[in-house]
């Protein structure tokens, strides 16, 4: 299910407004061919073939970006990562499309040597495994008479924690759709045969934890108590840093709780 919260609307109409300088007018082009009745949309393994009106075929990657917009009751959550995470995959994506090379010179008219456009929209976890999985389902279905949505996902772009991650990318595995993840930290989600296509652009909590320890033990910190829920990822959180303090000789003491 598609969801537009209060702040999307806000980000979208900034977005839109600063469109006619250029800034994401290739997105907001690629919008409204997408918007057209008249526009016929077809699979080619994980790509997109667009026709539109005028007769042109556009080959589409569409990477939808899942992240934690707002609650199941509708309130709006104030999460500027996750704004910010959309803004940058947006700014990515218009570079992708138009082979801008300002920020990563290789870009430099990539546009002229690959013909593939590049697509997102935005898609609210409600920061709940049940509507996450519910949603990738829904974009992922075999055909498009079973699918909620036409677009069919290249890729997905998650800003979730990793309990979610756990659970949507055993879906995107069985659907052979890579997920990416900026927030998901947990070491469990290493684990290739269970979690196919799953990846990060984040350390792990075992290469987090090195840092953090380092910093303890600069401080002269000797012991260190640690609260976490009692689920797969509190419990892997908590064995990452015992591991970690080891080479440092800090005594980790974990407490495990229950919301």
């Known amino acids: 299910m598609y969801y537009i919260t209060d702040m999307n609307i806000l980000l979208f109409a900034i977005l839109m407004a600063i469109g006619h300088a250029q800034t994401l007018q290739s997105l907001i082009s690629l919008a409204q061919i997408l918007d057209d009745n008249n526009t016929n949309i077809t699979t080619d393994g994980s790509i997109n073939i667009v026709d539109n009106s005028n007769g042109v075929s556009i080959p589409l990657v569409y990477l939808p970006y899942m992240a934690f917009f707002s609650r199941e009751d509708g309130s709006v959550v104030n999460n500027n990562e996750v704004y910010e995470g959309l803004a940058a995959i947006s700014l990515a994506l218009e570079h992708l499309n138009t082979g801008n090379g300002t920020i990563v010179s290789e870009l430099s008219g990539l546009n002229e040597r690959c013909p593939l456009q590049f697509y997102t929209e935005s898609w609210d976890t409600e920061g709940t495994e049940s509507a996450s999985v519910n949603t990738m389902i829904d974009l992922t279905e075999p055909s498009p008479d079973e699918r909620h949505y036409l677009l069919f ?10 309990p979610i991650a756990m659970m949507t990318s055993v879906i995107s595995g069985i659907r052979q759709v890579p997920q990416v993840s900026a927030l998901a930290t947990s070491a469990l989600l290493d684990d290739s045969v269970q979690y196919q296509l799953f990846g990060r652009t984040i350390p792990n909590d075992s290469g987090t934890s090195i840092p953090l320890m380092e910093g303890l033990s600069n401080w002269g910190v000797n012991y260190l108590g640690v609260l976490h829920i ?24 974990a407490v495990n709780v229950r919301i």
């Open 230 to 253: 009692n689920d797969l990822y509190g419990n892997s959180f908590a064995d990452s840093l015992r591991q970690a303090a080891i080479p440092f000789n800090i005594t980790v003491v």
């Open 153 to 162: 996902p290249s890729s997905f772009v998650t800003a979730t924690g990793s």
